[in-house]
């Protein structure tokens, strides 16, 4: 029996970005919930964090209020905090899934590679499908990028 890594791009979204300011004010915008509201969502969103207990098994509760005056409710439970280097959350209300942030120190920019990992294909399809998740994880890291650039 051959023992074959389990292949998931079928069920993921993966965004990198050169983001031009040093690691300390990326990771501070990430971990801070004053500037991730700032910054955080689709655009046309604004955010209201009731909680961000930044270590593992911490959680994270916001809500999400869209450009119609929809909210909606997000909480997430901290997996993984390496400072400077990674942020791992799973997503436990709908939809589910995993994302793995990772920081890679490159002087005065930083790199940010973003990966989300759904639960199945048709989670994945059915997010971007009703969400457009994979057109706002692009707006999303804009709007990171922009904001760490008007931070210093």
């Known amino acids: 029996m051959q023992n074959n890594p389990v292949n998931t791009a079928d069920r ?23 500037h991730l509201k700032n910054w955080w969502g689709p655009d046309g969103f604004t955010n209201t964090i009731t909680k ?16 119609d005056g929809t909210d909606y409710r997000n909480k997430s439970i901290f ?15 709908g939809p589910k899934f995993f994302a793995t942030i990772e920081f ?18 048709e989670e994945l399809i059915q997010t971007v499908k009703t969400f457009k998740a994979d057109e706002g994880l692009e707006q999303i890291i804009e709007k990171l990028d922009h904001y760490v650039q008007q931070s210093h």
């Open 12 to 34: 993921e979204l993966r965004i990198s970005r050169e983001l031009k300011a040093p690691i300390e004010l990326v990771w501070e915008v990430w971990t801070d919930p004053a």
């Open 52 to 67: 961000m207990d930044m270590r593992p098994g911490g959680e994270w509760d916001l809500v999400m209020h869209g450009p």
């Open 79 to 93: 997996r993984e905090i390496v400072k400077h280097r990674k942020i791992v959350y799973e997503h436990v209300s």
């Open 104 to 121: 890679e120190d490159r002087g005065k920019t930083t790199l940010i590679s973003w990966h989300m990992l759904f639960e199945s294909r």
